[in-house]
């Protein structure tokens, strides 16, 4: 150790002078410390921002600023520490040691920082690091002590000297553990500890220090004489030396705690983008579920109308043209009734997967609009695109789709309307093809139709007609009942007759059934019309009865849509009670798919209404989709074959052969047979020879009021003698019936069918 100076007192020399009176001015040992502190505490501050610098330049500068505030406040305290010094001998300092100490001060709080910037160090590495910056700090402090020049010479005890270590090892522990500790947290208390942990900091380095001048012991040569002490500047340069390093570390804190402030709110302002960023998600989600149709993933009508709002206006701008076509699902209400709803709703799944795999994924726009409609928006150039499109469409329809093991193929109507021919907004638009759709639905479904003016003009027509409708249910004579007279064969004579409605409309003439009953439908009125035509004919029964008909039975017609109202039944048994009719003269017309749609619901109506007496028939057969199993469940006692079937008779084989087979499995089941749209006697000589129960039609009469009713009844009974009809008389015209025979291109001649005139 001779080359730092270092002679230990154990080499105490024979001769010389020790010299006993060495103080330490308190003023520069206060301020020492509060350099010490302020070293301390500035250090900390500066290993809390490489703790959360975000980027590896700016934890770079702080590990710098941290390295030399630590070293600055060090050998400033340590300089500081040596002015307090004061023996009573000549002291001088050689520079380029002093300096020398000052770069190892520098080495070790480099170190000191590097593993300060380490996030978490281990506990052995914090106690290596702080033998090797304890090592370096008493390092400094001896370097700085042989920096010193005097006729002494120092000597040092050896323990103190060793403890003077152990203080500077345990401080850096102090310190490396410390800062790791203070490194995460914030406020008051974080900020008191901080304060605390500087204070014993500071204290641990100045006992480091003081202990190590503690250890020194001067000797004079025998013979120097110790000089009196002497007036020196060294409290001025002290606190010189202190201002300058507090204005350091102050700058360092300062500049520390602006950092954090700048950081602080740099969070604050990413959290803000977050918070901002979520919201965003959050509206956008939002929008999506406002958007589409959680069922089939498709775009909702609210979704639809801003996409076509944005392409109509790039549409009118740039030209070009736009198809809107509307889908409507037949008969689908049927699926949802019969197999459920979950099934309804897997169906609707795959119907709209068809309708995507149709149409171009990028540049159409296919949406839901709520239960079985879909819309489809296209942009294209010419007309029959859209048509090749919507054929495309329900040949893709038709595909067999598996559900609730079975097998179904659907069919769709579909509505066109074209921009910018057929209308220049969205509303137009939209409402022109549903104009179009309703006319494909009109025109037997499975169909497509593209908007004309003229659906237009019908369209208001029809509204202005459901209005006046309203009206005609309230009035008591716009309303009327025609009779249509139904031959029993084996007896010979009319004894039943068909209730047909008809409107007596002051602008438009007598109106029949087929332009108002679809109105009445769709606009909730015709539970209303069918009351109402069932009041009146329960009432004509008791008129028919006063004039001698009491065995005359009426048949009824009933809308698919009545059969769903529970209150049916007591309509029915009410209607009959006050008009004091028997039930058993009534016969209830249901066409074959309104049985066929909801059979279980329908069933339990229709036995109510058999408890009561009332004959059910069943009608329009072989248009439906009817099976066996559930004609034979049906409480039916009559069934009506379609016109359809007889219209071609006797040119078409096959509809006799059909004719014959229904016959024969009516009777099977019990059922009796009527025929309607008998036209001719060929028709009237076939269905008897094939053991048909009953004929109705223009063969025997149109359709006529009540009070025209007499006349033509005592006709068509006298025509026949009252006992089975002979097919030879028949043929030979003795059964005359064409008196009344008003065949399509020869009109009847009565007042009842002649005003009859269908609106167009
Ligand atoms: P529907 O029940 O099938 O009635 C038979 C229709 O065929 C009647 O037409 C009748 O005039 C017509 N018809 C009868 N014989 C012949 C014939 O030989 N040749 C031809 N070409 N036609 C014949 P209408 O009176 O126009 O009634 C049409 C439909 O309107 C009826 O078909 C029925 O479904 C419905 N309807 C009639 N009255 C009512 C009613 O009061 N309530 C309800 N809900 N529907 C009714
Ligand atoms: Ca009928
Ligand atoms: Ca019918």
Partial sequence: MEWLGLQFVTELPESGQVILNCTHDPVLVLVAYLVACAASFATLDMAERVGHAENPGARRVWRWIGGACLAGGIWAMHFIGMLAFQAPIEIHYHLPTTLFSLLIALLASALAMHTLSVAQPSLARCLRTAVVIGLGIASMHYVGMAAMQSSATAYYQPSLFGLSIVIAVGASFAALWVAGYLREGSGVAHQVLKYVAALMLGAGIISMHFTGMAALQLVLPDGAAPTMAVETSHLQLGLTVALIILLILGSAISAAMADKKLQNKEH????????????????????????????????????????FAEKLSQKASEGGMLAVMFLDIDHFKRINDSLGHDAGDALLKVIASHIKSSVRSHEDVVARFGGDEFCILISLRDR??????????????????????????????????????????????????????YQSKGAGRNGLHFFSPSLKTRASFELQLEEELRNALREEHALMLYYQPIFELKTGRVTKLEALIRWQHPTHGLLTPDRFIGIAENNGLIAELDNWVLRRACKDLGELSRHGCED?????????????????????????????VAPERLELEV???????NIANTLVLLRQIRALGVSLSIDDFGTGY???????????????????????????????????????????????????????????????????????????????????????????????????????????????????????????????????????
């Fill in 626 to 760: 009817s099976s066996l199993a559930y004609l034979k469940r049906l409480p039916l006692n009559t069934l009506k074959i379609d016109r359809s079937f007889i219209l071609d008779i006797p040119t078409a084989t096959a509809d006799m052969e059909i004719v014959q087979a229904i016959i024969v499995m009516a009777h099977t089941l019990h059922l009796q047979v009527v025929t309607e749209g008998v036209e001719s006697l060929e028709q009237y000589e076939f269905l008897e020879r094939s053991g048909c129960d009953f004929i109705q039609g223009y063969l025997l009469s149109r359709p006529v009021p009540l009070d025209e009713l007499r006349p033509v009844l005592e006709e068509i009974n006298q025509r026949k003698p009252s006992h089975a009809v002979n097919p030879l008389s028949l043929a030979h015209g003795t059964f005359a019936p064409m008196s009344l025979d008003p065949s399509p291109k020869n009109p009847a001649p009565h007042a009842g069918a002649s005003v009859v005139r269908p609106i167009r």
């Fill in 268 to 307: 604050d302002l990413r959290r803000v983008n977050a918070l901002l960023s979520q919201l965003d998600q959050a509206r956008m989600s939002l929008q999506q579920v406002a958007n589409y149709d959680a069922l089939t993933n498709l775009i909702n009508r609210r979704g639809f109308n801003q996409l």
């Fill in 552 to 580: 005359l039975k009426i048949a009824w017609n009933c809308s698919p849509l009545n059969l769903a109202r529970e209150e049916l039944a007591d309509e029915i048994e009410s209607a009959l009670r006050t008009a004091g």
């Fill in 384 to 437: 029959e695109e859209a048509r090749n499109m919507a054929q495309r469409i329900m040949l893709k329809m038709k595909e067999p789709i598996e559900l609730a093991g079975r097998r179904m193929v659907m069919t769709t109507s579909i509505g066109i309307s074209l921009f910018p021919h057929d209308g220049s907004t969205c509303e137009e638009l939209l409402k022109h093809a549903d104009l179009a759709l």
């Fill in 591 to 597: 066409t074959e798919n309104a049985l066929m749609g």
